[in-house]
């Protein structure tokens, strides 16, 4: 089965400051990967989105970058991080060869930004 | 405009009880499919249940179900003999565009907040 893990789960940082979050996901080969950012009391906003090593779309023109390095690894960055980065952030996977499409969300990281 | 319109902030239901949470949609692809989520206290986002626009029958799975009202563009999430453990965010999302074409992206409601009442 398919599992997919965030770190960390709970971050404080000062404004000003770098940023790394890592996802990885096991038991599945080249899906489809996805940074979302939530607000406190709002809905999910997609930030990045990736088909395949390499290859990452940016929704939102922002301070935040995304990379992958490996199939199945997907890190969000920052070189210097805003107040409006704190937010709880979501990554999720997807397979267009599974009919839903459905995309499975990580347990989240919890960012404030001080 | 808003593709995805949860009209309820908040809603609250009576253990074992039916609650029905709405969703309206807005778009002008012929192919979309359309999702609801659950997020818990815990931050967790939970599948619960798909439709695809061509599916001729409403999606069931276990105690969920969709109403789907492809005329109106509605997709309301249907619990059945609600439980405490249903409380929560629920949202629901949309996919534009068929599997295997370019759009690969959800897009979400603001999400309506379950409370259940023992």
């Known amino acids: 089965s398919q599992t997919i893990h965030q770190w960390p789960a709970t971050l404080v940082q000062p404004v000003g400051s770098p940023l790394s979050l890592e996802c990885t996901v096991e038991g599945t080969s080249n899906p489809n990967l996805y940074w979302y950012r939530q607000a406190a009391g709002r809905g999910l906003q997609l930030l990045f989105y990736?088909?395949?090593?390499?290859?990452i779309s940016s929704e939102v023109p922002q301070n935040l970058s995304a990379s992958r390095p490996q199939d199945r690894q997907f890190i969000l960055s920052s070189k210097k991080l805003l107040l409006s980065d704190s937010g709880f952030y979501l990554c999720a996977w997807g397979r267009l060869a599974v009919s839903t499409d459905t995309q499975y969300f990580g347990p989240g990281t919890r960012l404030t930004v001080l | 405009a808003q593709k995805i319109t949860q009209t309820q902030p908040g809603m609250f239901v009576q253990e074992k009880e039916a609650v029905t949470l709405d969703c309206t949609y807005d778009t002008s692809d012929p192919s979309y499919g359309l999702f609801w989520y659950k997020q818990p206290s815990s931050g967790e986002m939970i599948f619960l249940i798909y439709q695809g626009s061509y599916d001729q029958q409403n999606a069931t799975e276990g105690r969920y179900s969709l109403n789907f009202q492809k005329a109106r563009k509605s997709a309301n999430l249907v619990i059945s003999a609600s439980q405490l453990g249903d409380s929560a965010m629920y949202f629901c999302a949309m996919r534009e565009g068929s599997s295997g074409g370019s759009n690969y992206k959800l897009t979400f409601g603001k999400g309506t907040l379950l409370t259940v009442n023992p």
């Open positions: 990736s088909v395949g090593i390499g290859q």
